[in-house]
């Protein structure tokens, strides 16, 4: 599959894109990433792995971009749109990216706390009051029956809670306990239901532990979906518009593509003699669901117009989303000894973030934050570095921590300045 270089007539598009991505001032695009201390050798071994990626059938064609010191210092887009497709990859390619949905519902959470509607430790049940009757539930085998014993949490779940993962909350597919068999049987995030449906029938299933005991990826950004509908009186999707989308300029962020922008959407394939692929929700399947938790499709340009907000301590373009002090908070890790977390990350309000160097498997440093969509797409911001990475591909779930984990330690050997 070739690679779509920018060069010649694209080169304009670079140079509006630096326009594009520009931060207080404007910023133009690195003549060479060497400008910025990156080196051009190692950027094309990306590539090259990339493409051969492409070849082995891991994904049909990606999108790459990192920016650092203000600047996108290098693109590349590879590969197709579609498995078997002739149409070829673009940078304006629209992308499921799942849970990067999750930083962004969690920064309008906390722009709604710097209005004073709430607090980070209140009790979610303060404004979603059927939250605050689930019981936790323990499983309890006599005379080879299993089943669960329902009782009341230590404390109440908070807002804090929900935004690092904390709540008691989890997923339907992530075990096989009769918790998760009860999130499954509720239809937990089924896509025909509306955010106040769903967190109705999560009300019905148990916590899998009393909140605050530690760490567990849940749905409980799509109950902060629901908590900001109540709190603004507008639907999800209407608030991110409102508060993202439209100050920074995303104008292919939604949770539905509309009929004129369908050719454009990038769809995954199987990988060749692999597993049967992870089913991805049709991009314009008519749902009522805009899951906070994952609902979202976007774009490099978008993603990145947040990305650049974040690094630049929550403004972009002259358009502030969030106080300097508030994204501190959001980026630092709340988290702490809890168990959960694999070595060397915590996990702030929407971030995952990196509490030491040596602990981890992947190279990075301690400060940088960001999150991954379960198709594959990622980012992270290293306030350290002045780096911010991107990556969009549309990836079969078996292969994407492969595919994150080799751009993101690639990019970290690319930084030589």
């Keep these: 599959m070739k690679k779509i270089v920018l060069t010649l007539a694209p080169l304009a598009f670079a140079f509006a894109l630096a326009t594009a991505v520009q931060a207080e001032t404007p910023a133009p695009m690195a003549g060479k990433p ?39 210092a290098w693109v590349s887009v590879q590969g197709k749109l579609a498995p ?55 499983e309890a085998t006599v005379e080879g029956r299993t089943s669960l014993h329902l009782a009341d949490p230590e404390r109440q779940m908070t807002a804090q809670d929900l935004m690092r993962h904390t709540a008691g909350l989890t997923y339907g597919n992530r ?51 629901r908590l900001i509908e109540v709190l603004t009186g507008k639907k999800l999707g209407e608030a991110l518009a409102e508060r993202v989308f439209q100050p920074l300029g995303m104008v292919d962020t939604s949770f539905l593509v509309p009929t004129g922008k369908l050719a454009r959407a990038a769809q995954p394939g199987q990988k060749p003699n692999g597993p049967p692929m992870t089913p991805r929700f049709k991009v314009d399947d008519g749902a009522r669901y805009e899951s906070g938790g994952g609902g979202l499709l976007s774009t490099t340009d978008d993603y990145l117009r947040f990305t650049m ?51 981890s498997a992947l190279p990075g440093s301690v400060g940088e934050y960001g999150w991954s969509g379960a198709a594959g797409t990622t980012f992270w911001v290293d306030p350290k570095e002045q780096l911010v990475g991107l990556y969009m591909v549309q990836a079969s779930e078996g292969d994407t921590r492969f595919l994150r984990g080799q751009f993101r330690t690639m990019v970290q050997a690319a930084l030589v300045d």
């Design 84 to 138: 078997g497709s002739d149409e070829a990859m673009k940078f304006d390619s629209i992308f499921r990216i799942y849970s990067m949905t999750k930083p962004m519902v969690s920064l309008v959470l906390m722009q709604l706390v710097e209005e004073g509607r709430l607090q980070v430790t209140d009790p979610v049940s303060k404004y979603l009051p059927e939250i605050g009757k689930m019981k936790v539930g323990t």
């Design 34 to 72: 060497e400008e910025v201390g990156l080196s051009s050798m190692q950027l094309k071994r990306i590539e090259a792995a990339t493409k051969q990626n492409i070849d082995d059938g891991l994904m049909p064609g990606a999108v790459m971009l990192v920016a650092r010191r203000g600047k996108v």
């Design 309 to 359: 907000a974040l690094a630049n301590n929550g403004s972009f373009q002259g358009k502030r989303l969030l106080g300097r002090k508030t994204l501190e908070f959001m980026t630092a890790d709340h988290t702490g000894t809890r168990p959960g977390r694999p070595p060397g990350f915590g996990f702030g309000l929407g971030f995952e973030v990196r509490t030491a160097q040596g602990d």
């Design 175 to 225: 075990g096989t306990s009769l918790v998760h068999k009860a999130y499954v049987d509720a239809k937990v995030g089924d896509r025909t239901a509306t955010n106040e449906e769903m967190v109705q029938r999560l009300s019905g299933t148990p916590l899998l532990f009393t909140p605050g005991a530690r760490w567990e990826y849940s749905v409980s950004v799509d109950v902060q979906g």
